[in-house]
């Protein structure tokens, strides 16, 4: 028998320090969006893009002459762009809490958000290797690859809308009392999921609100997106607050 030392380590007391961890991963999702507006939006000035019906000549001049500061900014985003990864652990977490049996909604958001990080560092990868010699680079051809990036940041829409609907998917199944997120939550994301659609249709115009430059395609996608992973972040937050005042209460 191993003798009383007058403090237990039971299960509630690593919850509650599992609990501190996942804490910190959803704070990253608020790190990832404020580098995001002060990289691209100060340090490139892709907020918004250029027109996609700028020719090769005006667009290459862009990243001449702003260089230095889409190197910088592409390295701090290749790091605070990897959060994403982190951030969606700390939903996934909970997620799985609301399952019983084989996790498969978990597992399948494990899946879809592993797959979705990529999509996070080719954009900022992309810029830094046009900015590393742009001088020496045919316009046509940062032409393409600047079209290049602005399609992965908008039209990669469907793993996130999938993500989306498996955080809903989960909230409805959830056999918690009270629920682990609140049953708003799960409407909150299928109506995020619904309204990034329309990002599929950058690929048919160069103008118009449809554009990747476009009032929808770009402003009002942009906004509901990162507006997503700031309201699902705080959300999280104060469902681990509840659940490290249960560890607590029971330790």
């Known amino acids: 028998m191993t003798p009383s030392t007058g403090t237990t380590t039971g ?11 996942a804490k910190l991963l959803a704070w ?12 691209q939006g100060f340090l490139m000035g892709f907020i918004p893009p250029p027109s996609p019906n700028l020719s090769a000549q005006e667009l290459a001049q862009i990243f001449i002459d702003r260089k230095i500061g889409i190197r910088i900014g ?7 762009y990897s959060f994403w990864g982190t951030w969606a652990i700390s939903i996934v977490v909970c997620m799985r809490r609301m399952e019983r049996g084989i996790p498969v909604v978990t597992y399948a958001s494990i899946a879809n958000a592993g797959g979705a990080w990529v999509f996070f560092l080719l954009m900022p990868i992309t810029w830094a290797m046009i900015a590393f010699r742009p001088e020496s680079m045919d ?24 993500f ?6 989960a909230i409805f199944r959830d056999h918690n009392l009270p629920t682990i997120y609140p049953r708003w939550v799960a409407f909150f994301n299928l109506w ?35 507006g997503w992973i700031m309201v699902m972040s705080f959300v999280t937050l104060n469902t681990l607050k509840r659940t490290a005042l249960q560890a607590q209460a029971a330790a």
Do not use: H
């Not at 299960?11 to 501190?20: G, H, I, M, N, S």
């Not at 989306?164 to 998917?169: C, D, E, G, R, Y």
């Open 192 to 226: 995020c999921a619904v309204l990034i659609t329309p990002a599929g249709l950058i690929e048919f115009v160069k103008t118009g609100p449809f554009a990747y430059d476009g009032a929808i395609s770009f402003w009002f996608i942009y906004i509901v997106f990162f």
């Open 11 to 21: 299960p509630e007391q690593y919850l509650a320090r599992d609990v501190a961890v």
């Open 139 to 162: 316009p046509k051809f940062i032409q393409i690859m600047n079209d290049y990036v602005w399609f992965i940041f908008i039209l990669s829409w469907p793993p996130f809308a999938i």
């Open 74 to 80: 592409s390295l701090i985003q290749c790091i605070c």
């Open 164 to 169: 989306m609907v498996l955080i809903a998917t």
């Open 28 to 39: 990253s999702g608020i790190a990832l969006v404020i580098s995001l507006v002060i990289t």
